[in-house]
């Protein structure tokens, strides 16, 4: 019988198995610190958000604020008694006589009125104008 040669390198199989364990272990430990990274960057992530939901609220309570203010505003806008000296500061004055017309038969065409002149009453748009100019802040 002829016997067939066999080549045993004992010393190169385990720096090879050596190797290969290095090698999985610095995998793992890549693996784990990308796992870390990510965490951290998820954690910071929420805690912006957190921030910003904050900044958001105080926002939120701010403008709530202001509206509060404008209602108070408006309300005190339109008290009859401010609305009162308004009217006596711009000249105008409650009617001395009113007049009541009758007719004794309904009209059979409709009345035209013409408007007249009125002295020294401001124009619509101007009221309008100085009621904004007293609303804003």
Do not use: H, K, W
């Not at 784990?32 to 951290?40: M, N, S, W």
């Not at 203010?69 to 409650?94: C, I, K, N, S, T």
């Amino acid at each position: 019988m002829a016997r067939s040669a066999r080549i045993v390198v004992v010393g190169s199989q385990r720096a090879a198995a050596g190797l290969g364990r290095r090698r999985l272990l610095l995998i793992c430990v890549l693996l784990l610190a990308l796992a870390a990274l990510g965490y951290v960057r998820q954690a910071s992530l929420v805690a912006a958000a957190g921030y910003d939901v904050q900044e958001l609220q105080a926002i939120r309570q701010r403008r709530l604020a202001t509206i509060e203010q404008l209602r108070f505003q408006l309300a005190e806008m339109r008290a009859l008694d401010r609305v009162a000296r308004e009217a006596e500061r711009r000249g105008l004055a409650a009617a001395e006589e009113i007049v009541y017309v009758r007719f004794a038969a309904p009209l059979r065409s409709p009345a035209v009125a013409t408007p007249a002149a009125a002295p020294n009453v401001p124009a619509a748009a101007s009221v309008l104008d100085d009621l904004r100019r007293l609303l804003r802040p």
